[in-house]
């Protein structure tokens, strides 16, 4: 009896390994453009005017660069919002909470961001309202866009061999680039020492020519194919493309299908990341551009929009909205699970 007994509990220790083998290990990745991420405090050399408190606003100096700003509803932003320490705190704490709402209450396991002034806003969301989550590593290197935003990432693995490389726009494009951002690109370390890379974009805006955009793409997919091709890799961002002018140029299928799988083509009842409008119409702006090596799958995607903070009664995505400090942003998050 005594040797049948070991014998049993062998082949129970054995089948339970086997199974705890057998469990898929999934890593969960979110895009999230913030809108508009500032502190309060004037960073030297960029267009932060408008993120400022309002009696940091009452100089000349400050009145006529807002003057110079041509689109009024800008200018009068620049002006008049009281963009203050209680602002700032209501901004980070939202993002927080719709953060929480993934992956029950634990946070995507890496999140790109696009829309972040600088490292130390992006520190304060990781440290005072996201502590408990386990968010090891941040990275943000300072670009050249002339307002300060930048793209970034926070991680609970481990990163190495971060870097910016500019987009090669062409020559007749050059004047437009200040208002661009570089593609950062970070790899990361899983648990059991696979690694991931990552690309954090965010893409030129639609009021410019789509030719800019795709110079977007080319780059991004150059970057692409300097890497192993058993390195499993993702971009993710504000590509800026609206539905119509990829329904006009076939974007996704000209500069995205041939290099990447689309997540949120996996995303069920999904409208859009982004809606505008004037035009009434949803786009997917943000995106997670999926290339799959080995064992690895894309397994799911979804819009992380289920905070009261995030949506109209329309529907839509709120932005964040002064002197009322309500909504979040103009762009919902997307999420990409991947397993093995």
């Known amino acids: 009896m005594g040797v049948m007994s070991k014998l049993l509990t062998t082949i129970t220790l054995l ?19 913030v809108e508009n991420l500032f502190d309060y405090i004037h960073d030297e050399g960029k267009n932060d005017e408008t993120y400022l ?31 203050n320490k209680f602002i700032v705190e209501q901004k980070l704490k939202t993002i927080g909470i719709a953060i929480t709402q993934v992956n029950s209450g634990k946070g995507p396991d890496i999140i790109a961001f696009q829309e972040v002034e600088n490292r130390n806003i992006l520190a304060r969301l990781r440290d005072e309202y996201l502590s408990d989550m386990g968010y090891q590593s941040l990275v943000l290197l300072e ?32 004047e437009q680039v200040g208002d661009t951002r570089p593609i950062l690109e970070v790899s990361f370390e899983l648990d059991g020492g696979e690694q991931i890379t990552g690309f954090a974009v965010h893409f030129p805006a639609p009021f410019h020519p789509t030719s800019m955009r795709e110079s977007a793409y080319s780059s991004l ?25 990829n329904k006009k140029n076939k974007i ?27 035009s009434k119409e949803w786009s997917f702006l943000d995106m997670i551009l999926w290339r799959p090596a080995g064992a690895w799958k894309m397994t799911g995607s979804y819009l992380a929009n289920q905070t009261p903070a995030q949506v109209t009664e329309q529907g839509t995505p709120k932005r964040f909205s002064l002197p009322e400090a309500t909504g979040l ?6 999420v990409m699970v991947i397993e093995k």
């Open 15 to 33: 089948l339970l390994s086997m199974l705890s083998y057998a469990e898929p290990h999934e890593v969960i990745i979110m895009t999230f453009n």
């Open 53 to 83: 408190p309002i009696e940091e606003k009452q100089t000349t100096a400050h009145v006529e660069k807002c003057n110079r700003i041509t689109v009024l509803y800008w200018r009068e932003q620049c002006l008049y919002w009281d963009w």
């Open 143 to 174: 670009g050249k866009d002339i307002r300060g935003i930048d793209v970034a990432f926070l991680s609970k693995f481990p990163v190495f061999g971060a870097k910016l490389h500019e987009i090669e726009f062409p020559e007749s494009e050059r």
């Open 221 to 245: 997919n150059e970057l692409l194919g300097k890497l192993p091709r058993d390195r499993i890799a993702f971009a993710a961002g504000d590509f800026n493309t609206t539905s119509e002018e």
């Open 252 to 278: 996704l299928d000209n500069w995205a299908r041939p290099f990447w799988q689309i997540a949120h083509e996996l995303c069920r009842r999904c409208l859009g990341s982004s809606y505008y409008a004037p």
């Open 329 to 334: 942003s103009d762009h919902w998050p997307l």
